[in-house]
């Protein structure tokens, strides 16, 4: 089974990176790293605003990644959709990885450090998952929309958590509302997997709460309907 799963898995890389929205991707890279260079100018500092601007726009690019115009046609393939999605991830989040690591050179930058490296870890799993989920409630090929609102709100998050607590509002992957950044953008990436999970769930199977309905206390009893007897 697992040797037939490569096998497909093989087929379908070339198909899925002629579909990539690569024009797009492109344009936005370059995008990225004019904003990255303009934060260092002038002695700045690009990793605590720039950088986080530049990986939100790559998470932005993402969220695209489960768009999949002739869905319609291949739906019904034997092959399975997770399958094809973690192709198609696969592709796009190592394209977005080489963009974000050259980011980090770019000025004053030395590379990446372990913030910024959980930031953007961070936000191309809910990229993915806010893709999957999207994917689940508007057709595929229109869901990419929808996603970036989930990306901008995880990163805006922060002012939010930093507002409510009246702590300085900050972008930098460093600088967390609440705890460390290690601990916080571990919460973040945990939460992202679990939903990313959950969105690619077969809707045929029973839901995770499902035991809950099957305890003998809450099992109801249908009265005994007498049957009557023909002469």
Do not use: K, N
Not at 131 to 145: C, D, Q
Not at 205 to 222: E, I, K, N, V, Y
Request: hydrophobic fraction near 55%; glycine fraction near 6%.
């Amino acid at each position: 089974m697992l040797v037939t799963r490569a096998a497909v898995a093989r087929l379908l890389v070339w198909p899925s990176m002629r579909t990539e929205r690569w024009p797009t991707f492109g344009l936005v890279t370059l995008l990225a790293a004019a904003v990255v260079r303009e934060g260092g100018r002038d002695g700045g500092d690009p990793s605590t605003i720039a950088l986080p601007v530049a990986t939100t726009m790559l998470g932005a690019c993402l969220c695209f990644a489960f768009e999949d115009a002739a869905a319609q046609v291949t739906s019904p393939s034997p092959t399975p959709l997770t399958l094809r999605r973690a192709v198609r991830a696969s592709i796009a989040v190592a394209a977005a990885t080489l963009a974000w690591f050259a980011y980090t050179w770019i000025g004053p930058l030395d590379g990446p450090t372990w913030p910024m490296t959980a930031m953007f870890a961070g936000v191309a799993l809910v990229a993915l998952a806010c893709a999957a989920l999207t994917a689940r409630v508007i057709p595929s090929e229109r869901s990419g929309i929808a996603a970036v609102c989930g990306v901008v709100g995880t990163v805006a998050l922060p002012f939010v958590l930093a507002l409510a607590l009246g702590r300085p509002i900050a972008i930098d992957p460093s600088r967390v509302p609440v705890g460390d950044p290690a601990s916080y953008w571990a919460a973040v990436t945990a939460v992202a997997v679990v939903a990313l999970v959950l969105a690619h769930r077969d809707p045929a199977l029973p839901g995770p709460f499902a035991w809950l309905r099957s305890r003998p206390g809450r099992l109801r009893t249908s009265r005994a309907v007498p049957v009557r007897e023909s002469r």
